[in-house]
């Protein structure tokens, strides 16, 4: 069973929108959720990460809007430039449980 | 940052052989962990690994795969025999502990392929 969603699979956006990335887990004991942000050819690095106990967090031009009922969150990526062309990892996880990965969006800017 | 490195970048090699993936850890990590991705997504666990033994493991560890980190040196997955459906890119990552949400950092992956 996929523990944590995403989507879209895919997303194109121009240069200066606002990207929106969809998140959705099922194990409600999920407290914790970062996004990893992956280039091609590299691993995933960290990039914002957020607690149950809070509904937003900012760093930079990265935003994660978090709903403990729905049992959703996204990530907006304000501004967008064409160097945030990568794929995004939703995860989650639990106390001191393993990371939890969703299957990504691969997130296309065009200049 | 700190970095983890993985050694080969790319590694082909004939189904049946052995291959060790080889993973170089930050160097005060205590938690050492293999992942599998294929045609970039899908970030797949396999296993973690602390203090010697392995901590958990995912279905898709199978029985020939393994791992270990003898005396501090590098850490290794070795997949024997390898079949062709373990062709993907392998990602070594580590944290230094399992404390509340440990941050995890990833090496650049080493690309298997099984021809």
């Known amino acids: 069973q996929q523990q944590v969603r995403q989507s879209p699979q895919s997303l194109t956006v121009w240069e200066g929108e606002t990207a929106i990335l969809n998140c959705s887990y099922e194990n409600s004991a999920f407290d914790y959720f970062p996004w990893y942000q992956q280039f091609p050819g590299e691993g995933p690095a960290l990039l914002i990460a957020i607690r149950s106990v809070s509904d937003k967090k900012e760093d930079g031009g990265f935003t994660i809007f978090f709903n403990k009922r729905e049992k959703n969150l996204s990530l907006h990526i304000k501004d967008s430039q064409p160097g945030d062309s990568a794929t995004y990892f939703c995860a989650a996880s639990a106390n001191n449980n393993r990371i939890f990965f969703g299957d990504g969006t691969q997130l296309v800017v065009k200049p | 940052g700190p970095k983890v490195l993985q050694i080969p970048s790319h590694q082909i090699i004939d189904m049946g052989q052995m291959v060790t993936l080889n993973c170089d850890p930050v160097?005060?990590?205590?938690?050492f962990y293999w992942y599998k991705q294929i045609l970039g997504q899908q970030m797949e666990f396999l296993v973690n690994?602390?203090?010697?033994?392995?901590?958990?493991k995912s279905k898709l560890f199978k029985d020939q795969f393994s791992v270990e980190r003898p005396d501090g040196s590098y850490f290794t997955l070795k997949i024997q025999p390898t079949a062709l459906e373990d062709s993907a890119v392998y990602f070594c990552a580590s944290s230094s502990g399992t404390g509340r949400n440990e941050r995890l950092f990833f090496g650049h992956g080493t690309k298997l392929s099984v021809l």
């Open positions: 690994f602390y203090n010697g033994k392995v901590m958990e």
């Open positions: 160097s005060n990590h205590l938690y």
